[in-house]
Structure formats: C-alpha cells, structure tokens
C-alpha cells in the first residue's frame, strides 16, 4: 500500500522549510532512512531522510516550493502501484501538533479567501473544486496577494509559482475580501503584537543602493529577536572575573591533552562554568509559559556561533554533567558544522542557555537578546589586561566582564547577581569544576 513522506520537523521551532532538490528519481527504489532529497530550514541545509520503504513513485514538490511541517513531499509504494486517488498536497494524518485547523477547513466553501499562513500551508489540494491543485509555493503566493486560484490560467495537473506570478504580471484582480475581513483583521493584529512577524520596512532605494534578499536564516534570527524584545522584559547584571586562574589551568590542561589532540578554549571553560552554575539556579534555566515558569530538566547551555549567513546557536547537552574534555570536542565539531552549513538538528535543539561570546573581537562589554523561550543569556568580553589591586598591592592582571540578560517574568535581579557571584567563584576556582 502507497504511502506519504512528509516534510518532517527537524528543528525546535521549525515551521517550514524550503525545498532544494531530489536526489532519488521517480522509480528508484528507496528505504526507510535513506536521504531523498534537501531542505533548507532556517537554520542550515538539512538532508531529509525517507520515512518509509518502497518505490518512489511521485514528487509532490519542486525546488524553490516552501513546504509547512507534516505536509506530504512524495509518494512510495510497489512498482506499478495505482495512486491516482491519493491526495497530493495535505498531510496524512502524521503531521506534528500544530495542523489541527484542517479538519474544521474541509467544510468551508472552496471560494473563501485562502486562510491565514498558520494553516494554508497545510490545505489540503483536493479543497479546490474540478480537480485544481496547486503547489505549497503557489498557494503561499496566492495567500499574499490575496489571489483567487481557480481564476488563475495554468497548463497541467496543478498550478505552479510560475503560473501565479503570470497571472499577477497580467493585470490579474486580487480576490475580493469577505465582509467579515476587519474582524480577522484585528484579531491578526494582536497576534503580530504578542509575536511580532518579520515585514519588510518600507524604505526608498535609489539606484545606487544595492538590496540583498534576507537569508532563511536571517529573517528566523528577525523574526525571533523581535520578539524577545517585544515581549520579554530584560534586565542586566554585569561582573568582573579575575581570569588569571582559568588561564594557567587552560594551559595546563591542554598539555595534558595535547597527545589527544585535545585543546580547550577559553569558550568551553565559559560554557562549562555557566552550565554548573545554572545547577544552583533554576529559575535561570527555565522558560515563561503563560501562568507557568517551566523548569528544564536538563542544563544544555547553547554558543552563539557567527556564520556567513548569519547566527547560530549549537548545544552542549547535559552541560553542568559532561566533562571538560567532552565540551570541547563537541563544541568544536558542532562550531565547524555550523560554518560549513552541515549543522544536524541535534547541534541546534534543545538549548535551554546562551552565552555569546564577543571577546576575540576585543570588546570589553556588550549585552545580549534573549533567545527565547529561554530565560536568560550569557554576554562575554575580552580578556583584558590592566593594573589590579591584590593583597593590598597594584599588579598586572588579566580580567573579563560577563553580562546576563534575564527575563524579569521569571527571576529578579538579586537572584540573577547570585548567578552570576557563583559563575565568578567557578571561574576564579576553575578545579572546582573538574571535580
């Protein structure tokens, strides 16, 4: 019996996901995962995996279509097998918690205005009347210019991006809006404020100006830091730590581990120390759910990792329990994944902390966003050297600010200074953390 691959959850967050190319042909024979084809999330290029054996016999999608979360991709089945009356654009019945509107949609008239994008990514193909179908990026298109499909001309089974942009180019009308519009109009706009979507800013641009499309993954990192800002009340503690101990046991160890090919930066020590502090600190690692604060259950403290396309932040796991040795080769694998674009979802979920980490660029202090739903995040400087005050007595010393943004629905100002009076006795005693 012919069965679905649907376009699977591969990240945290994930809603969508644009679809890049097949690499299994139509006729090939595939198991139960095997790789058949890339996306792009937000995040990085990801291979999709087959979650089902057989003969592959039809692609639902082309490249370039953005395709939602648990929406069929392809058909496979045995060789031969009649497939006719499958449908070829809504999910099967396993898609993830979030596509709970189509059922209520299948009773609406098929001439209503496409829904909103939380679900027409998810419309079922079959709800156009005579057999009209379109592809996920048509019908997203559509959504925006707020087009009629069934006036749209198109050659074949289904109607594509191509044939929309057609229809548009040539003067098309725009489907009228139902009289009902401002309602839904104003219901949207108290969604936008709660989670304020990424729109592009109006702006003039002169033929000198030079406009590059925003990346997936910059618009994600918009979209997210807009509403961290928006809707999360931050606060700042700052401390200076005295680095001089974690230098000498930095070099230390990395002789010891150097016939492991092992080396520690000043990064994983950080990481380390701010994972075991979180243990004493809860409410830190933790995240704001309505009339709940969510305490995780395990400490996975995330490094911002600087990209060509932008931001990323890659987990260490189970931080405040892994050894020191083990931060390090993960973080530095997970780090050089993120630069080549090869990141896993298992590199970029999970986190429940963030420290980011500005020192190498010889900045002093900053403040960071929060990466929500996180509760708080971790800004570090520069190792600086400068005269310091010891036993009474003016030396040279080598020092380092780090700064916590909190979510003040979660925690208050005097226990984030408790945190970070732990993260500086961690730091300044670093064998405690080996022990």
């Known amino acids: 019996m012919a069965e679905y691959i649907v376009m699977p959850k591969l990240g945290f967050d994930m809603r969508e996901g ?45 490249p370039g279509d953005i395709v939602a979360v648990g929406e069929n991709i392809a058909i ?13 654009g809504s999910s099967n019945g396993a898609a993830p918690e979030k596509q709970e509107e189509p059922a209520e949609e299948e009773t609406a008239p098929a001439e209503e205005t496409p829904a909103p994008s939380g679900t027409a990514a998810g419309t079922a193909d079959s709800e156009f009347p005579a057999g009209v179908k379109a592809t996920p990026v048509a019908r997203r298109i559509a959504q925006d210019k707020n087009v009629d499909l ?22 098309g009308a725009p489907a009228e809006a139902p009289a009902a519009a401002p309602a839904p109009a104003a219901e949207a706009q108290v969604i936008q404020t709660a989670a304020p979507t990424v729109q592009p800013t109006a702006v003039s641009v002169s033929a000198e100006d030079e406009a590059i499309p925003a990346t997936r993954l910059r618009q994600a990192i918009a979209r997210r830091m807009v509403e961290s800002k928006t809707t999360v009340p931050h606060f700042q503690v700052t401390m200076e730590i005295d680095m001089e101990p974690v230098m000498a046991l930095r070099s230390q160890i990395n002789k010891s581990l150097e016939a492991e090919g092992i080396k520690v930066s000043y990064n994983d020590i950080i990481v380390k120390a701010a994972g075991v502090a979180l243990s004493f600190f809860p409410n830190l690692n933790a995240s704001f759910a309505g009339d709940k604060i969510v305490r995780r259950s395990r400490i996975n403290v995330g490094s911002a990792v600087a990209t060509e396309k932008g931001l990323l932040t890659v987990v260490q796991k189970d931080t405040d329990k892994s050894p020191l040795s083990q931060v390090a080769t993960d973080n530095k694998a997970m780090i050089g994944r993120a630069r080549e674009g ?31 739903p996180e509760a708080a995040i971790l800004a570090i400087g520069g190792i600086i050297e400068k005269p310091v005050v010891k036993n009474g007595e003016i030396v040279i010393g080598h020092t380092m600010k780090a700064t916590i943004s909190a979510d003040h629905r979660v925690t208050d100002g ?16 670093p064998m405690r953390m080996l022990v």
């Open 18 to 62: 644009e679809f890049n190319q097949w690499v299994k042909e139509i006729g090939d024979e595939i198991n139960r995962g095997e790789v058949v084809a890339e996306i792009e999330s937000d995040k990085a290029t990801l291979e999709l995996e087959s979650q089902v054996s057989g003969v592959l016999l039809a692609t639902l999608v082309s």
């Open 76 to 88: 496979v089945g045995e060789s031969g097998e009649d497939i006719s009356g499958m449908d070829s």
């Open 150 to 171: 069934l006036q749209v001309p198109h050659e074949g089974e289904r109607i594509r991006k191509a044939d929309v942009e057609a229809f548009l180019e040539s003067g």
């Open 342 to 372: 090869k990141i896993s979802p298992d590199d970029v979920d999970g986190g429940t902390f963030t420290v980011s980490n500005l020192g190498v660029y010889g900045v002093d202090a900053f403040t960071a966003i929060i990466n929500p």
């Open 414 to 429: 005097a226990e984030a200074a408790e945190y970070m009076v732990k993260l500086k006795e961690l730091m300044e005693n």
